[in-house]
């Protein structure tokens, strides 16, 4: 599993540049601080031995930041505040040795204000602490955060990923039921349905691997969906497509579930001919499908067919894609009586609200023998 770190790599220069802009404002503080004399190349040796409290800066925030970290390491910040200090003292020993020799001052100068020099010294390398530290930490909860965002993004594809293969089986189950129907029947129409399935077959294994796909393939793998349907079932089947399809994108199988729904409950009509009709429109920048079949069951037993395993993975694949919340509402009217419930899914991942800023809106209404599914979506023009 691989993830995005360039922001990280960008991030980290600013970081360091950061951190010398502060310790450069910072030398006449430390000066007037720790009351440094007024020798004239004071500031010219603050900047010398700002260059040499790097090694410092990358002890301590490249070591022992981490080591600060860990539980039951306290002593080894410890020791290494101790090293680092005498290092650090070693280093300015021999520079300032050679600096001043190159101007003239007297060198036993260093040893007469040792005092001075250690308490400006160990006020500098104190200051050099504090910021490493911070910026280990800065940088350590910008990689988590960082982390985090792809691990989430990772599990949403993968989550992406099951419920299609999920969906998958679920909709070939179905189709070769029919098959298998019609082969009992020895109809004439088992060539025409098995083409038909070919085709869609060559959709779920070739065309529909991407995160989006254009709408009109979806489109005709309802229509091959359908056609197989009508072969089986005699019934009022009736399925439009209003407005131009061409040029959309869509997340594939978000339809069909609601489609199979539909003609489950049309084909459990027991009361005159059963009906389904389709439309799918598009327009004004949304997509909305209405399915309206026929049925005769009630409120419960429908309620308990829309939490079915097709019905649930839609669900769960609006609430993946489409991150406002929405209201699910299963009314059923009789006579003079109405009875509403309404199911309130919760707002999906954050990760994914910059992709999916728009609300979907999904409502199901049920009536003495109508069941209607409509659902509406935003819809995507392709790159």
């Given amino acids: 599993m691989e993830y995005d770190n360039d922001r ?13 802009v502060m310790l450069i404002l910072l030398q006449p503080v430390t000066a007037a601080v720790t009351m440094w004399s007024s020798y004239h190349w004071t ?3 603050l900047l010398l031995a700002s ?34 200090f005498l290092v650090i003292q070693a280093f300015l020993w021999c520079v300032y040795a050679l600096y ?21 010294e160990g006020w500098w390398g104190a200051v050099n602490m504090a910021f490493s530290i911070v910026v280990f930490y800065v940088r350590k909860g910008d990689d988590e955060k960082d982390l985090l965002d792809a691990m989430q993004k990772d599990n949403t594809f993968f989550k992406l990923r099951y419920l299609r293969a999920q969906l998958n089986p679920h909709f070939l189950f179905n189709t070769l039921n029919s098959i298998y129907s019609l082969s009992l029947q ?11 399935l070919a085709d869609i077959m060559r959709y779920l294994i070739y065309e529909c691997n991407e995160e989006k796909i254009p709408l009109d393939k979806e489109i005709e793998f309802i229509r091959n969906y359908i056609e197989i349907e009508k072969l089986r079932h005699k019934a009022d089947i009736r399925f439009t497509v209003e407005g131009i399809s061409t040029g959309l994108m869509i ?29 799918l429109k598009v327009g004004n920048g949304q997509l909305v499908l209405n399915v309206i079949n026929s049925t005769n069951a009630d409120l419960e037993v429908q309620a308990k067919k829309m939490n079915g395993m097709g019905i649930t993975h839609s669900r769960s694949l609006l609430e ?13 009217t009789e006579k003079d009586e109405s009875r509403t419930s309404a199911l309130r899914i919760r707002n999906a991942r954050e990760r994914l609200e910059n992709l999916y800023p728009d609300s979907h809106t999904l409502d199901v209404i049920l009536n003495k023998s109508t069941f209607t599914v409509s659902l509406i979506l935003k819809t995507y023009p392709a790159c």
């Fill in 186 to 196: 020895r109809s004439e129409r088992t060539a025409d349905i098995v083409v038909r």
């Fill in 8 to 20: 990280l790599r960008k991030r980290r220069p600013r970081l360091e540049t950061f951190y010398w």
């Fill in 251 to 279: 997340e594939p199988f978000l339809f069909i579930s609601f489609i199979e729904n539909g003609f489950k409950h049309a084909m459990d009509h027991t009361s005159g001919e059963p009906f389904i009709y389709i439309t």
């Fill in 51 to 84: 260059l040499l409290v790097f090694p410092g800066y990358v002890m301590y925030s490249r070591i022992m930041g981490p080591a600060l970290a860990i539980k039951g390491r306290w002593w080894f910040p410890i020791l290494l505040s101790l090293f680092s």
């Fill in 100 to 120: 001043t020799k190159m101007i003239t001052t007297p060198f036993k100068d260093y040893f007469m204000q040792t005092p001075a020099h250690m308490v400006r």
């Fill in 43 to 45: 500031w010219p040796f």
């Fill in 320 to 332: 993946l894609l489409y991150p406002a919340s929405y209201d699910l509402d299963i009314i059923q």
